[in-house]
């Protein structure tokens, strides 16, 4: 097993550790109860998942905050084709038949506008699919400061985003301002639904699907807020993680075609149960594809991984039938 393999896997634990001292509620395996992606103060329900460990060695002068000024929200468009929504449904209904856990998955076409969803509103910790989300804000407040990352920013995001390093995950969520950054940042992005987790938990920040579509359009529209170097720079890390890692959404991809992913996963004590969540950019018959897949209650490692491929597969398909490849 690789080094930075071994550092994840402890670290892995650790985080698992930290749910239980931060009093997360215990992983049942049953549906999350509904939640408004537009309310991020409502509390998630679900199960709890991957969480940040507090940042060690002396406190650092807090991220100056982004600035109140509203920059007009971009979202993925909503109120997509019943049709559309029952064709997922059906294409999804072998996966829910296997009562595995629960999941929610959610598929963009930014082509042609449409979006396609299931559960689209059940809210799941997102382990380290957050990452993800640390560095569109970090990147953001790189931009209104006229400065880009420095050499030893790189170098953590790099670590962050590739290896899905945790320490460095903790270096830069503490860069931003920690969870009130993170929120203050999203809404400066016009990601909303996300719920930061509290201290320097931020593995047990939570989210949905419409959420994570959003994220990931601010990754990928010529209308994001963040420029075209930016969202530039952390696509193509996401398209250089850790081979290991490459699981998840990227099992969408049409053969030959390399995706931009981040991946978060997470036993939870004291059931064993694993969260298991991808989110990501795919080409699949001749169109790009956001791709989000939330799931937690999962029995291994191995299975909630299985599964999701299976759904990030199954809604690919549903908004690409009958199109040449």
């Given at each position: 097993?690789?080094?930075?393999?071994?550092?994840?896997?402890?670290?892995?634990?650790?985080?698992?550790?930290?749910?239980?001292?931060?009093?997360?509620?215990?992983?049942?395996?049953?549906?999350?109860?509904?939640?408004?992606?537009g309310d991020p103060a409502?509390?998630?329900?679900?199960?709890?998942?991957?969480?940040?460990?507090?940042?060690?060695?002396?406190?650092?002068?807090?991220?100056?905050?982004?600035?109140?000024?509203?920059?007009?929200?971009?979202?993925?468009?909503?109120?997509?084709?019943?049709?559309?929504?029952?064709?997922?449904?059906?294409?999804?209904?072998?996966?829910?038949?296997?009562?595995?856990?629960?999941?929610?998955?959610?598929?963009?076409?930014?082509?042609?506008?449409?979006?396609?969803?299931?559960?689209?509103?059940?809210?799941?910790?997102?382990?380290?699919?957050?990452?993800?989300?640390?560095?569109?804000?970090?990147?953001?407040?790189?931009?209104?400061?006229?400065?880009?990352?420095?050499?030893?920013?790189?170098?953590?995001?790099?670590?962050?985003?590739?290896?899905?390093?945790?320490?460095?995950?903790?270096?830069?969520?503490?860069?931003?301002?920690?969870?009130?950054?993170?929120?203050?940042?999203?809404?400066?992005?016009?990601?909303?639904?996300?719920?930061?987790?509290?201290?320097?938990?931020?593995?047990?920040?939570?989210?949905?699907?419409?959420?994570?579509?959003?994220?990931?359009?601010?990754?990928?529209?010529?209308?994001?807020?963040?420029?075209?170097?930016?969202?530039?720079?952390?696509?193509?890390?996401?398209?250089?993680?850790?081979?290991?890692?490459?699981?998840?959404?990227?099992?969408?991809?049409?053969?030959?075609?390399?995706?931009?992913?981040?991946?978060?996963?997470?036993?939870?004590?004291?059931?064993?149960l694993w969260v298991i969540?991808?989110?990501?950019?795919?080409?699949?018959?001749?169109?790009?594809?956001?791709?989000?897949?939330?799931?937690?209650?999962?029995?291994?490692?191995?299975?909630?991984?299985?599964?999701?491929?299976?759904?990030?597969?199954?809604?690919?398909?549903?908004?690409?039938?009958?199109?040449?490849?």
């Amino acid at each position: 097993m690789r080094p930075a393999a071994i550092r994840q896997r402890a670290a892995t634990a650790a985080l698992a550790a930290g749910a239980v001292a931060a009093g997360a509620v215990l992983l049942t395996g049953s549906a999350p109860a509904p939640v408004d992606a537009g309310d991020p103060a409502q509390p998630a329900a679900g199960s709890p998942g991957g969480a940040g460990t507090p940042a060690s060695g002396p406190a650092r002068p807090a991220a100056r905050p982004v600035p109140a000024r509203p920059i007009p929200e971009r979202p993925v468009p909503s109120a997509p084709p019943a049709d559309l929504n029952q064709r997922l449904a059906a294409a999804l209904a072998p996966i829910a038949r296997r009562r595995q856990g629960s999941f929610a998955v959610g598929v963009y076409d930014p082509a042609d506008g449409r979006t396609a969803s299931y559960h689209r509103r059940l809210a799941f910790d997102t382990a380290s699919i957050v990452k993800a989300d640390i560095l569109a804000v970090l990147l953001l407040h790189c931009q209104r400061d006229g400065d880009g990352l420095g050499d030893d920013q790189r170098e953590v995001a790099t670590q962050m985003i590739e290896e899905s390093d945790n320490d460095s995950a903790s270096d830069l969520w503490e860069s931003i301002g920690g969870g009130p950054g993170l929120r203050a940042g999203n809404a400066a992005l016009g990601v909303h639904g996300v719920v930061p987790g509290p201290g320097g938990l931020w593995g047990l920040t939570t989210t949905t699907v419409s959420s994570e579509l959003s994220l990931l359009n601010v990754l990928t529209s010529a209308r994001s807020p963040l420029r075209p170097a930016a969202r530039d720079y952390e696509l193509d890390l996401m398209r250089h993680v850790d081979p290991g890692q490459d699981w998840g959404v990227s099992a969408a991809a049409a053969a030959g075609q390399r995706a931009a992913v981040k991946n978060g996963w997470l036993p939870t004590p004291p059931t064993g149960l694993w969260v298991i969540n991808s989110i990501g950019v795919v080409r699949r018959a001749g169109q790009r594809l956001l791709i989000a897949v939330l799931s937690s209650g999962q029995p291994s490692e191995a299975a909630g991984i299985g599964q999701v491929e299976d759904a990030a597969r199954a809604a690919a398909a549903a908004v690409t039938t009958g199109r040449s490849r």
